[in-house]
C-alpha cells in the first residue's frame, strides 16, 4: 500500500493535517531535521509536497495519505458521530489522523446498530451515497423479539405505512423463525432515521439486535472484528464511484 502524499500541499500544513503535532510543533520538529521528503532533510515549512512524495520522520516511514475511505465495524455502544463530549464515537476508534483529514461517517448506524460504517475525507461520495434518489440498497440482519411469517414479507415488499411516511418497497428474507424470536436479513434502498426498527414495529415486532450487512456494493468484511477497521481496496472504490455515479442507481 503506497504511503505517499495524495495531494500538492505546503509540508507544514500536510504534517498538522496528520496530526504529527500542532502547527508550532511541526515547524519545531521540520528546524531540527526530523523530516524528510524523498531522502532529502527538509527544514522549512513553506516547502511544498507533491503527490507520490515519501516522507520520514525520525527515520520512520510517515503514512502521508490525506484521502481515506474506511470499512469500520461498527460495534454497539459506540456513536455514529465525529466527536461526543461524553460517550465514544467511531472516530475514536481510528488514528487521530483520520479525524485530522476530515475523515466523516457515511449516514448514522443506531448507537445499538453493528456492522458496516463507511467514512471517507469524499464529502462528495459521501453526498451521493446518501442522496434519496439514488436508492443506494443497504441490506442487515435483524433480530426480532416474536416469529415472522409470509405476510411479513409480503408487507414489506408492498412498502410498509409509517407514521409519517410510506417506506419504499423492501426485501424481507426470514432466516429462522420460532414463536420466542426470528432472524431475517432486510434490504432497504431509504435510510430514514430509526427506518428497520421502524418497519419490524409496523408489523408488531420489536428489533433486539441489528447489524448492517452491506451497502451498496461494499459487504461487511467477515475478518474484521467488531471495532476493527481497514481502507477501501481499489476495486471496492472502483465499485463504489461506479455505484454512484448512474444517475439513479435502482
Ligand atoms: N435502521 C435502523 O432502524 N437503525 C439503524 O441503525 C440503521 C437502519
Known sequence: MPMCADAAMRLDRLLTTLAVGSRSQVKTMLRAGRVTVNGQVVRSADAHVQPGDRLTLDQQPLDARTTRHVLLNKPCGVLTAARDSKQPTVLDLLPPAYRACGCMPVGRLDKDTSGLLLLTT????????????????????????????????????????????????????????????????????????????????????????????????LTLDASLQPGEYRELTAQELTELLAAVSKEDAE
Not at 453526498?127 to 411479513?152: F, I
Not at 432486510?186 to 435510510?191: A, C, K, M, P
Open 122 to 217: 469524499d464529502g462528495e461520495l459521501a453526498h451521493r451515497l446518501l442522496s434519496p434518489k439514488r436508492h443506494v440498497w443497504k441490506c442487515y440482519e435483524a433480530t426480532v423479539d416474536g416469529p415472522l411469517n409470509a405476510q411479513d414479507t409480503a408487507a414489506f415488499a408492498a412498502g410498509l405505512e409509517l407514521s409519517d411516511f410510506t417506506a419504499l418497497p423492501a426485501e424481507l428474507e426470514i432466516l429462522r423463525s420460532s414463536p420466542q424470536e426470528a432472524v431475517a436479513q432486510v434490504r432497504v434502498r431509504e435510510g430514514k432515521f430509526h427506518q428497520v426498527r421502524r418497519m419490524f414495529a409496523a408489523r408488531g415486532r420489536t428489533v433486539t439486535a441489528l447489524r448492517r450487512l452491506s451497502l451498496g456494493p
